[in-house]
């Protein structure tokens, strides 16, 4: 239910009981936005579920910048993976793989929604390639297990798993420090 319906709702209902339980789910709401739960939501105005272009921009391991066939720019969030802050061990060099990856070709983004900060949320490929998957197997980024549990389709979600599994075992990129931090502690702690 969209927030305007549950004030809608507060406002409109009859008697203490139904303001009580209106206000009860606007509480809960709000809640769940501030804890992030709700920051996927529908893109919208998009014109179909996914996105082409050219990458021109790098931000982080987990964020690029699109250049679409009519030159509208979109921020693009990996969807299901986390990399290293910029400030944190492996931060610089999840980018540069990103970079090396993606920037100055042609990707697909297969639109999954929108974050709280307004970029596209997606699953990105290049010729092919599961761009999330290949910083998970360079041992640059968690797979972010709290929102893949509830958004990413079971077979990915275990290849994910298996990816991150086999690059903490070989001890490659981040998971060659003893005790790597997590970029949400990390987030976390900052706050």
Same mark, same amino acid.
């Given at each position: ?65 699109? =250049?679409?066939?009519? /030159? *509208?720019?979109? +921020?693009?969030?990996? !969807?299901?993976?986390? #990399?290293?802050?910029? &400030?944190? $061990? @492996? ?29 596209? =949320?997606?699953?990105? /490929? *290049?010729?092919? +390639?599961?761009?999330? !998957?290949?910083?998970? #197997?360079?041992?640059? &980024?968690? $797979? @972010? ?47």
């Amino acid at each position: 239910m969209r927030l305007f319906e549950l004030l809608l709702r507060l406002f409109t209902a009859r008697g203490w009981a139904g303001r009580l339980s209106a206000l009860a789910a606007l509480a809960v709401a709000g809640y769940a936005l501030w804890q992030g739960e709700l920051s996927a939501r529908p893109l919208e105005n998009a014109p179909s579920a996914s996105l082409q272009g050219r990458v021109v921009g790098v931000q982080d391991g987990d964020t690029l910048e699109l =250049l679409d066939a009519s /030159s *509208q720019t979109h +921020r693009v969030r990996l !969807a299901f993976i986390d #990399a290293p802050e910029h &400030a944190q $061990h @492996y931060g610089t060099r999840a980018r540069q793989h990103l970079a090396q990856l993606v920037f100055g070709k042609p990707i697909t983004v297969k639109v999954n929604g929108e974050d709280k900060y307004g970029r596209v =949320l997606g699953e990105v /490929s *290049q010729a092919g +390639r599961d761009i999330s !998957a290949e910083q998970l #197997a360079a041992g640059l &980024a968690w $797979h @972010y297990v709290h929102y893949a549990q509830r958004d990413q389709a079971p077979a990915h979600f275990q290849r994910y798993q298996q990816l991150q599994t086999e690059a903490r075992q070989q001890g490659v990129g981040l998971w060659q420090q003893a005790r790597p931090q997590a970029p949400w502690d990390y987030r976390q702690q900052r706050r």
